[in-house]
């Protein structure tokens, strides 16, 4: 599975949209861009994942570019509730052994 | 939708007991489970692959025989840490993949146990 690139920290205003970056410049053709978050002391939770299209939910929107060597993670209006640990993935869709290794990631603050 | 649960939410316990960890899956099936460590200030580690009725795959370095994992119906895997010892204390998180939501392997994540031995 493709490696990827996250800064280490972001701040974000609350109410502002928090833009949350992460490069993938190995990833092939059939795998996913997956992000989950991390609130301190919980279990991670899923997001968002896309292929290649741009995708939206009812937590954010993911814009995956047109090369697809990165993605941008986009929470509209974020609240100091989304102050965490942002994870990006990349991994194989249609692999058997559904493993998901986390990097580091984003650590997400945000500010009243 | 896709709720995973973990029991207990935390424990401690003496050096040398052995603990239960308990994940369920409460709205699906799920016939494949996963067990991640994550100590302080550090990103969460895969400590293995459990797959319904069969033998929990382990990734390397972890010990199999002091991580006991057992996956006996499609709701429910259970993580035993045998003779614990202080360097054990850490926090477990199960999750587990439901096929039937689509066709990508979306993970969903239990709350964690925090396991502390003294």
């Known amino acids: 599975d493709a490696k990827t690139t996250q800064p280490t920290s972001m701040d974000c205003a609350e109410g502002r949209a928090a833009n949350l970056p992460c490069n993938h410049s190995?990833?092939?053709?059939?795998?996913?861009v997956y992000w989950y978050r991390q609130i301190h002391s919980q279990g991670p939770q899923y997001i968002i994942h896309g292929l290649k299209n741009n995708e939206t939910n009812e937590m954010a929107s993911l814009i995956i570019t047109e090369d697809r060597k990165s993605s941008t993670l986009i929470l509209p209006h974020a609240t100091l509730r989304d102050t965490a640990v942002y994870y990006c993935?990349?991994?194989?869709?249609?692999?058997?052994?559904?493993?998901?290794?986390f990097g580091q990631g984003t650590t997400l603050q945000v500010k009243p | 939708g896709a709720v995973v649960s973990q029991h207990p939410s935390w424990v401690i316990c003496k050096s040398g007991t052995s603990v239960k960890i308990e994940c369920r899956s409460l709205?699906?099936?799920?016939?494949?489970m996963f067990w991640y460590r994550q100590f302080p200030k550090q990103s969460l580690m895969l400590m293995a692959t459990s797959n319904e009725g069969s033998k929990a795959t382990y990734e390397q370095g972890v010990e199999k025989d002091k991580f006991l994992i057992n996956h006996a119906s499609l709701t429910l895997s259970t993580l035993t840490v045998t003779s614990a010892h202080p360097e054990d204390s850490s926090f477990y998180i199960c999750?587990?993949?439901?096929?039937?939501?689509?066709?990508?392997?979306?993970?969903?994540f239990g709350p964690g146990t925090r396991l502390t031995v003294l």
């Open positions: 993935i990349v991994r194989n869709g249609s692999s058997n052994t559904g493993k998901l290794i």
């Open positions: 709205d699906f099936q799920a016939t494949t």
């Open positions: 999750s587990a993949k439901d096929w039937g939501l689509d066709y990508t392997d979306t993970q969903y």
């Open positions: 190995t990833i092939s053709g059939n795998e996913y």
